[in-house]
């Protein structure tokens, strides 16, 4: 069982948004801005899509933006693309690194 | 631009030690303020974190492995190293190594390579 939980999967349509939630406790989640989001293909190793809650790396798209409240983290991904299906994972501090069990993201 | 690849055997006994090296390259691993660590994916299932050691030499471990791991560094080889003892089938998965920005930044990934846990 996973320290943050996640839907198992989500779906939306090209073009539409989609939100993934990542839930916690005050330990971890709503205790510290430390929460990071993956993009996960398959066969691949992970890609970090938003770090500190809410900023993005360099060369991530703006359609993807995170966002917190109390003990929830979100992921939205906006005007979803065929090359967005993958798998997403939250993660967050607390004595150690823990991380969301994954949210499969289909595009339909 | 960065690079990390890992090595080591694909293929590990149960109990013994399952070793892993990973080379660090575009970059030195002697660098301020970066995590070195580890995490691994079971087949088809979510990531764990195993450790990560500090660039002063600090390191920081999954409490439910730390009894059994252990991180090092080698700065004059530009790697750093996972060793993890005791093993069994549950250990099966894709290592990554990685550098963290932060503990929760992973913001450079290995390949992965899949380690085997049978006899």
């Known amino acids: 069982q996973s320290a943050l939980t996640q839907p198992a999967s989500v779906s939306g349509s090209p073009g539409q948004s989609i939100t993934i939630s990542c839930t916690g406790t005050s330990s971890d989640v709503g205790g510290y801005n430390y929460v990071s989001w993956y993009q996960q293909h398959p066969g691949k190793a992970p890609k970090l899509m938003i770090y500190?809650?809410?900023n993005r790396p360099s060369g991530v798209s703006n359609r993807f933006s995170g966002s917190k409240s109390g003990n929830t983290a979100s992921l939205t991904i906006s005007g979803l693309q065929a090359e967005d299906e993958a798998d997403y994972y939250c993660s967050s501090y607390t004595s150690r690194v823990v991380f969301g069990g994954g949210t499969k993201l289909t595009v339909l | 631009q960065l690079q990390l690849q890992e090595s080591g055997p694909g293929l590990v006994k149960p109990s013994e030690t399952l070793s892993l090296t990973c080379t660090v390259s575009g970059g030195s691993i002697s660098s301020s303020s970066y995590y070195w660590g580890w995490i691994r994916q079971p087949p088809g299932k979510g990531l764990e974190w195993i450790g990560s050691i500090y660039y002063s030499g600090s390191t920081y471990y999954n409490p439910s492995l730390k009894s059994r791991v252990t991180i090092s560094v080698d700065t004059s080889k530009n790697q750093f190293s996972l060793k993890l003892s005791s093993v069994t089938a549950a250990d099966t998965a894709v290592y990554y190594c990685?550098?963290?920005?932060?503990?929760?930044?992973?913001?450079?990934w290995g390949q992965g390579t899949l380690v085997t846990v049978s006899s």
């Open positions: 990685a550098r963290h920005k932060s503990l929760t930044t992973i913001d450079y």
């Open positions: 500190e809650v809410s």
